[in-house]
């Protein structure tokens, strides 16, 4: 039977010990009075709503997916009220300022909520996903009459919001939008247009829909420049429905639960936020932690699928281990944990969970300090860490989340492929974090090209000295500082040979990204064992924790070190160039 137990003990682990989270909150005067355990009061109620409410309804929203007629939605059974569940509960507004009705919590809190809420029903979850990028838009753009009326509706979460870009000729190539808005002498604009795959476009959760729409003013430049971000309402003020439609719902290879809706501008009234032309860089605040949000999505697959693996692994009895544990039964056939492949893949799993879920918290806590530290020095610098962090993030644990998910259906061998066991949807439903929200070829090329060669690698330099200190101490860190060392050279490299050879960092990208989050994880890994021979020095009371957890440290440097190199070396080989392929036809 599947089911999701929130990793309530590791993120504790994590955000405590690791992070030490708790003392940088104590110098931050936005988080005065927050401790542990007031955090783990948070996490335990928001563990409680995922496993209790969220997770019993994923399988059959799989099943039953989203009905679509005459331009109305109908979500899966029990979708509204989890969702209504979610609002009484304050969830959407736990790290949003509290001048705007929010909690004002870390962004920490509300990266460990939203890996369970995925973990237990990523379907589900679309609906809210972008609710905190579009409380960041509108914090920072919307003014006046507009910020009062819709601000703290999306606060709250009484209304959700959508994230407008994607046309069916332009895909990830913004710069070919058409959607047009025309100025009314009412200051408002008629927004016209199309617009495809938008999550949530259309649906029975709130009753007003909050539309963030990117789209060209009339004269505007050619191109990402000309592009502005309007505010466009499902329902307009007067209570009016505006002229916008949900012309069909596309059926999916997964997340069956969440409404993929085909929207219609049709001169509907909407109003510019921020400047004209400049809606490309508003939309990113939106963008930038729908990214942060994707890559927990990742982590939540890769938590949920190995749970359900080891437990149906200790369960499934299967052949003669060659080799068990002493005070093993002599059986006819011993639990498949036993066996030597699939032992290899369980603790791949754990250690690709563990270490992904200090990665994603460690960019977590840098938008924290970026907002929210005293000190300006450290401000600028972890919004260096965060920039840098994000693409990694997103792509890294999107990619290990679905093959993880994808190994985790090995170990129930052909009936993983059942619908019942749990896990091919997992499969399926994770296949997509890979695309959305930039794909991860697209991440790839941000972080090498944009964040990485323009300065010459001075920043990523800073992230690694600072990944080096997290290591210090550890039984690894000489190694760990040659394997920074060797990414620092192949960084170099690509600043030096980029010149000559313009196309090598894209055909490097996906390469060096991997390179850098490998070397992440393992210094992830490498601050979590300080942490857990602290725990065990001062006598910590679960000892057994903390040795498994260093067990894990041991794999990590056995079995996955060899990672760092192997996608150094493939930085290295694509120096030669790439030819085209034959023209069809």
Known sequence: MWHYDPPLRDMRFVIDEVLGAPDAWARMPAFDGLDADTAAEVLAQAGKFAAEVLAPLNGPGDLAGCAWHEGQVTTPPGYPAAYQDFVDGGWPALACDPDCGGQGLPQLLNAALYEMLAAANHGWTMYPGLLH???????????????????????????????????????????????????????????TG??????????????????????????????????????????????????????????KMGLKGSATCTMRFEAAT?????????????????????????GLQGLGHLEVSTQNALRHAAERAQSRAPRKPAGAPDADADPIVLHP????????????????????????QALDEAAAHPDEGERRAANDRATLLTPVVKALLTELGHHGADDALGVWGGHGYIHEMGIEQIVRDSRIAMIYEGTNEIQAIDLLLRKVLPDGGVRL????????????????????????????????????????????????????????????????WARSEVAARHALAAGAPDAAFYEAKLQRTRFQADYLAGELPRYLAAVERSRAELPFLPVLG
């Open 133 to 191: 990028g579009a409380y960041e838009c509108l914090h920072a753009h919307a003014s006046g009459e507009l910020r009062e009326r819709y601000l703290p509706k999306v606060t709250s979460g009484e209304w959700l919001s959508t994230m407008c870009l994607t046309e069916a000729h332009a895909g990830s190539d913004l710069g070919l939008l058409r959607t047009k808005a025309e100025p009314r002498a009412d200051g408002s604009y008629a927004i």
């Open 194 to 251: 199309n617009k495809i795959f938008i999550s949530g476009g259309e649906h029975d959760l709130t009753g007003n829909i909050v539309h963030l729409v990117l789209a060209r003013l009339a004269g505007a430049p050619p191109g990402t420049k000309g592009l502005s971000l309007l505010l466009v309402p499902k329902i307009l003020p007067d209570g009016t429905r505006n002229a916008v439609h949900c012309d069909s719902i596309e059926k």
């Open 270 to 294: 909407g109003w510019l936020l921020g400047e004209p032309n400049r809606g490309l860089a508003a939309m990113f605040l939106m963008m930038n932690a729908a990214r942060l949000h994707v």
């Open 341 to 364: 492949a699939i032992r290899r893949t369980l603790w791949t799993l754990q250690a690709r969970t563990e270490g992904g879920r200090v990665l994603a918290y460690w960019a977590a």
């Open 461 to 524: 330099g800073q992230l690694l000295d600072w990944a080096g200190a997290q290591a210090e101490g550890a039984t690894n860190a000489q190694r760990l500082r040659q394997g920074l060392q060797a990414l620092r050279e192949c960084a170099d490299a690509l600043v030096a040979g980029a010149a000559a050879d313009p196309e090598w960092p894209y055909r490097a990208a996906d390469d060096f990204l991997h390179a850098l989050g490998e070397a992440l994880l393992a210094c992830a």
